[in-house]
């Protein structure tokens, strides 16, 4: 019996160890799930990945044109700026349905939600302003004069600053949230496209699609510290036209899509130095980290496709193919 | 009402931008935008190699690609407008399997070097057809607000004359706004057409390299 009990055990512990590693794997692999929202602006739609597996789960159809998207401090909506159906459109993550539409002037292309969760900033690019909307209240706030075709949009993490940049004028201009004026302007090169603090505030990127430059630009002075340019053996000036940027969350380094030229420019910020181009699909737009920060998502406008990059390797993963011309992503996590 | 007309042709005008005809040329400078381009996307001349291809270098295969008999006519049938690209898979697995091993990286290299240069010149033809488009729009803008002009001096002259001479070129206008205005929306059409060849070109090329070794 002694014996018998002793046999089953010893036989018994390696499996329960096993079985306490695969319960422990699978709430790490929970603890880290997380899913990938694309807008499509030739389909009319959201892809829905999940961020595991790599895999579509959805496309939900959404209103016309649909360019930036952002995600409620809860995660459990996604706004929608829809273009050419001149609104901001609320999706409910949970039902996967519109449920309603927020007032944002004409043709909103890029949007930002403050850091309180509240407010909406959207660029209208058609009459030369940031429209201000209260989520909770469905309504407008007012609206901000900006320079000619406000493009980007990049809110301080205190939430006191908003970064437009327009397209016309080639600035950036910094809006006081509280005083809702424009208070500094600072020339960057030509056709800003995307604003982007650093998580601690003190810096600005913008990148500059025509300029061929990323402008790094010190919050507190409001002087340009440095301008990145881009190399890459083999392609011409003009295809590399950076857009999207993303800082990762401990300031170390920086993503950079730099549209027809298919690549992805790792900066390290201490150098503000490019350290590497990673090859991803065909006109990369936009770009956004995975929660754990160990993958970047990109929008890739003429391939269809989403590239995804392993952030430690720097390598790119795998392509997933979602709806035509892919525009926004965000990750929830 | 004429004034608004006037003023949206002066926009209208600026936006086209009223200036000296360009065409495109394969070595201007990348960061002086074409004036006569109307589309939102910047203008990218040419789309290089190392875009869509990690593969072998193309350089000095320029020419090679159209002597090999072969290797022509799949670019030829391939690149062809209304070719399906969904069907390239199969085509150009069979290519693949057909050469030797030492000589398939080579071929394969041969066939992504006629793609390219294919669809790049068939992507310049669009391009220079969509700036001749834009340059069109321009004069006539010009034209209409030069006739404008001359509706808003009408307006201040009290002879008969004048008033049906007036009359005659406002009715005309309705026209040819609205003529203005449908020739204007399909710039935004043409401005995909350069899209719809890259992503072949995407495709074809991510094709091609799946089967180098």
Known sequence: MLFMSSRCCSSIRPRLITMAFIIAMLAAEAVQAYTVYVSSEKDNTITVIDGESLKVLQKVAVGERPRGIALSKDGKILYVCTSDADHIEVLDLETLKVTHVLPSGPDPELLVLGPEGKYLYAANEDDNMVTVVDVEKRQKVIEIQVGVEPEGMGISPDGKWLVNTSETTNMAHFINLETLKVEDNVLVDQRPRVAQFSNDGKQVWVSSEIGGTVSVIDSATRKIIKKIGFEIPGIHKESIQPVGIQLSRDGTKAFIALGPAARVAVVDTAKLEVEKYLLVGQRVWNLAFSPDEKRIFTTNGVSNDVSVIDVERLKVKKSIQVGRLPWGVVVRP | ?213
């Open chain 2, 1 to 213: 009402m004429i004034d608004s007309m006037k003023k949206r042709g002066f926009v209208v005008s600026l936006v086209c931008g009223c200036t000296l005809a360009l065409t495109l040329q394969a070595g201007e400078s990348p960061r002086q935008p074409n004036p006569d381009w109307p589309c939102e996307q910047v203008l990218v001349a040419e789309v290089p190699a190392a875009v869509v291809w990690a593969g072998p270098s193309i350089k000095g295969m320029e020419q090679a690609w159209e002597q090999d008999r072969e290797v022509e006519s799949l670019v030829r049938h391939i690149t062809s407008p209304d070719y399906d690209v969904d069907a390239a898979d199969g085509e150009i697995a069979a290519f693949s399997s057909k050469q030797q091993a030492a000589e398939k990286d080579q071929r394969l290299t041969l066939l992504f070097a006629g793609v390219i240069q294919s669809l790049n010149e068939r992507r310049r033809k669009e391009l220079d057809g969509i700036i001749r488009y834009a340059q069109g729009q321009s004069a006539r803008a010009n034209r209409l607000s030069e006739e404008l002009d001359e509706m808003v001096r009408l307006q201040d002259d009290p002879s008969q004359a004048a008033r049906e001479r007036l009359a005659l070129m406002q009715q005309e206008m309705e026209i040819k706004q609205r003529m203005f205005d449908e020739r204007e929306s399909f710039i935004q059409h043409l401005c995909t057409r350069p899209r719809v060849i890259e992503e072949r070109l995407g495709i074809l090329a991510r094709t091609i390299a799946y089967y180098l070794d």
